[in-house]
């Protein structure tokens, strides 16, 4: 019997599927041992997603594995671009990726992004960690690429919440910046 990637959920859970998540990682690994690879980066690993699966992988195993292979993307970019063009390069397309986080952060508090149709994430959590964003911007405040990734928010529901992919694709960017520079 051959070894499992990741744990799996019990009998009757659901969790990603194992083919796809094996068929990703393969595509992932082939791509990273390639550093002339085009079209497959850090992006491409923030915005995969996976259907659920009877007996499929446990999605908090994957998630993480997902989290480390985005960094490990980054940093590989980075060396690159260093490798190039210089550090003072990598800072400025680093601090310009951050530039484009404001624009948000500096909107009043429940207006920050588009209200839910239906479900979304809870305003006041994320403002809250949008808050903390913006303080570490401004060195008054430490936050991390995991702790965002691993923020959970409650559901609310129409102009109570967010909407959430939205949220995710600007929260994905704030990580890519946290991770650059770590």
Not at 99 to 123: E, M, N, T, V
Not at 138 to 160: C, V
């Amino acid at each position: 019997m051959s070894k499992e990637t990741f744990d799996r959920v019990g009998a009757f859970a659901r969790g990603y599927d194992p083919d796809e998540v094996d068929a990703f990682l393969t595509k992932a690994q082939k791509a990273y041992s390639d550093p002339s690879s085009e079209g497959f980066d850090a992006q491409t690993v923030a915005n995969v997603t996976f259907s659920k699966a009877r007996r499929g992988y446990r999605p908090d195993l994957v998630d993480a594995a997902l989290d480390r292979l985005t960094t490990a993307f980054v940093q590989r970019k980075r060396t690159q671009i260093v490798a190039r063009l210089g550090e003072e390069t990598w800072l400025n397309q680093t601090y310009d990726l951050a530039k484009s986080l404001y624009p948000r952060i500096l909107r009043p508090a429940g207006h920050r992004f588009r209200d839910a149709r239906g479900w979304g994430y809870s305003k006041e959590q994320v403002d809250k960690l949008l808050d903390r964003l913006a303080k570490f911007f401004d060195g008054q405040d430490s936050i991390t690429a995991t702790e965002i990734r691993q923020t959970a928010f409650s559901a609310e529901k129409n102009a109570a919440g967010y909407d959430q992919a939205v949220v995710d694709v600007y929260l994905d960017r704030a990580v890519q910046v946290l991770t650059s520079v770590e």
